[in-house]
């Protein structure tokens, strides 16, 4: 059974860099078949995707975060990284890591969500 | 950027209802159309995948149509677990792609 563990602090000071890792058990993150992505919600609001990778490498981020993001890849490890960088209070979320499937989009495995607060 | 629209925003309905939730696109995505279940304090659950497929172990009264811009989700006899709210997502562009507003669903 895949799980996805989420790591990383829980406040952030405006202006720093959030930065969260995605653990993966029960599979590979070199797995041809799937994106491995980041998708946030605001309190209380919809969800946003953040951006997704492939076992290759190539990243894809929503235009709406303006090139603040990276997202990078661990395989010797199995996990995947977010790092948002200048944040505001604006940033402040559940953020939640998933795997993609490369065919239909669907986000199948999900991790347990960690809240974002960003804050001085 | 492709938008998505759901409508109702919110509905209350009985256990054993018939329940419809609509999304709207703003231009055609073929039925590059997914929809997901969340409750509170919980991640997404996929539900349907390609608009109308049915994803493994899902309950069979969960169900979806539609193709272009219009697409429908339906739960033929709504139970007491299935109480949540419920987001379209699109992924006409499988490198950028974004979800509904969402329709809560709650008891009436």
């Known amino acids: 059974q895949l799980q996805l563990q989420q790591s990383g602090p829980e406040l952030v000071r405006p202006s720093e860099t959030l930065s969260l890792t995605c653990s993966v058990s029960?599979?590979?993150?070199?797995?041809?078949?799937?994106?491995w992505g980041w998708i946030r919600q605001p309190p209380g609001t919809e969800l946003e995707w953040i951006g997704s990778?492939?076992?290759?490498?190539?990243?894809f981020s929503n235009p709406s975060l303006r090139g603040r993001v990276t997202i990078s890849l661990d395989t010797s490890k199995n996990q995947f990284s977010l790092q948002l960088r200048s944040v505001t209070a604006a940033d402040t979320a559940v953020y939640y890591c998933?795997?993609?499937?490369?065919?239909?989009?669907?986000?199948?495995?999900w991790g347990q969500g960690t809240l974002v607060t960003v804050s001085s | 950027d492709i938008q998505m629209t759901q409508s109702p925003s919110s509905l209350s309905a009985s256990v054993g209802d018939r329940v419809t939730i609509t999304c709207q696109a703003s231009?055609?995505?073929?039925?590059?159309l997914n929809w997901y279940q969340q409750k509170p304090g919980k991640a997404p659950k996929l539900l349907i995948y390609?608009?109308?497929n049915l994803e493994t172990g899902v309950p069979s009264r969960f169900s979806g149509s539609g193709s272009g811009t219009h697409f429908t989700f339906t739960i033929s006899s709504l139970q007491p677990e299935d109480f949540a709210t419920y987001y379209c997502?699109?992924?006409?562009?499988?490198?950028?792609?974004?979800f509904g507003p969402g329709t809560k669903v709650d008891i009436k």
């Open positions: 390609d608009a109308a």
């Open positions: 998933a795997r993609q499937h490369i065919g239909t989009a669907g986000l199948d495995y």
């Open positions: 997502q699109q992924y006409n562009n499988l490198a950028s792609f974004t």
């Open positions: 990778i492939y076992y290759s490498g190539s990243m």
């Open positions: 231009q055609d995505i073929s039925n590059y």
């Open positions: 029960g599979g590979s993150i070199s797995d041809p078949t799937y994106y």
